[in-house]
Structure formats: C-alpha cells, structure tokens
C-alpha cells in the first residue's frame, strides 16, 4: 500500500481564511485527506470500478473528469474491458502531475490521455461510455452545473453511463443538521483535530455547495438521462448513476 503523506493542511491555526485551493500543498496531501475526510472511500472507489465495467462499451472512451491524482482511473485498469481508452480531466496541473506519476508507477496497462481543463467552460467529450463525476461537480458554481451536465449528455453515446458522486444536503434541516455533527464525529475519529474541522469549513465555505440528492437527481433528468438510481448513500455522501437512451 503506497505510503501516503499525511495531510496537515489546516493543522495550524490561520490568521487569515482564504478559499480552499487544489494546489501543491493540497496536491501533496490530497490521498490522505481524501481518505480520512470521505466516509466508505475506498469502497466507493470499488464501486465505480464495477459499476464502469459493466456500463463501458468496446473501443470507447471512459472519462474522469476532476480526476485528481488518478485513484479511480487505477481502479478502473483493473476491471474494465482492455479495449476501451481512459481520459482524464482536471483543472489543477499539479493534481495531473501528480496522476501521471501515479499512473506510471501502478503499471498502468492501457492508453491514456490526461487533460488541463476548466469545467465552468466548454467541455471536449467524444465518444464516451462512461463519464465519472467523483466529488467534482459539487465544485462548480451552481450556476455551471447544468451546463456542464449538457456537455456530458451530448458526449455520451446512446447507452451512455454518468456516475455521480457528490457530498449532499439532506432533504430535511433538521437531519441536515444532524448529518453534518455525525461527519464530523468521523472526522474526529480519523485524527482531525476541532481546529482543522473548523479552518478547512471555513476555507470550502465559498467553494464547496452541495446540493440535496433530489436537487442532483432532477438536475440529471431536466438535461435528458432517462433512468438516475442512488448506489450509495451514508448520511450527506451519495452516489448516483445515470443512463442515457
């Protein structure tokens, strides 16, 4: 198991806040932060991996969009079918840096194509089967969301799959309220102190909005994928996955 370096981000306390950034720093660290801050990851990691394998189609493209240090695309490798071609999409050049090394180093075994794309903008996708969305979508601005839902759809090939995972509010305040105090519970439990709790919500405040499963789950709808099923839920974590005609 790969030695991660262990996330002390928002350890110290910060004089001044400033929006939550994937740069070096985080970039550094992002392995064990992810790991520690989302519930059940590596699980969700095996599901999207079968869930790809059996949704992917011979000599088509699967893409990862924000796909950070490449963690899904390795899960991927292994499972699906050898013809199909893996391209993924971040913002952050570090975060690609960082993907192709890991890449290399896993003994990746298929063609790959790493891109620096913004996803507020105009996205290239062509010929895909697959298009995952793994806590990337809850990033953009509200306002890009169906926009960049539109792109995925038309990219997508008839019988195309869209898997969606997203930190999610629930449809109640008053569980709302309770989710959010039984994540922090698991954070605690996962060595994060009160101080790093509180700087890195204040930090994602601005830049982290999450929407309710059935806000994500119209949105899908409204743009065109026929069926939307949640595969995953655990408190305000959900996965969901989306198929067009």
Aim: glycine share 6%.
């Amino acid at each position: 198991m790969e030695n991660l370096e262990k996330d002390n981000v928002f350890r110290e306390e910060i004089s001044e806040a400033s929006d939550f950034k994937f740069g070096s720093k985080v970039v550094k660290v992002f392995d064990d932060m992810v790991n520690r801050s989302v519930p059940h990851y590596g699980e969700i990691q095996r599901m999207i991996a079968e869930l790809a394998a059996d949704h992917a189609q011979k000599e088509t493209l699967v893409y990862d969009l924000g796909c950070s240090t490449g963690t899904t695309m390795i899960g991927l490798n292994a499972l699906v079918s050898e013809d199909i071609s893996f391209v993924g999409i971040d913002e952050s050049d570090e975060m690609l840096m960082k993907c192709d090394k890991k890449l290399r180093e896993s003994e990746f075994t298929r063609p790959y194509e790493l891109r620096a794309a913004d996803l507020h903008g105009d996205l290239n996708i062509d010929n895909a089967s697959v298009v995952i969305l793994c806590l990337t979508l809850q990033f953009l601005r509200p306002i890009h969301r169906k926009r960049c839902l539109e792109n995925i759809y038309n990219g997508l090939n008839p019988g195309g799959t869209l898997i969606l995972v997203e930190k999610i509010l629930a449809e109640d305040g008053l569980f709302n309220r309770d989710f959010i105090k039984y994540y922090y519970d698991y954070k605690r439990r996962n060595n994060y102190s009160d101080l790093e709790i509180s700087q890195k919500r204040e930090a994602l405040e601005n830049v982290l909005i999450p929407y309710k499963l059935s806000e994500n789950t119209f949105l899908l709808e409204d743009v065109g994928f026929a069926h939307c099923e949640t595969f995953f839920k655990w408190y305000n974590f959900a996965g969901i996955i989306a198929h067009k005609k």
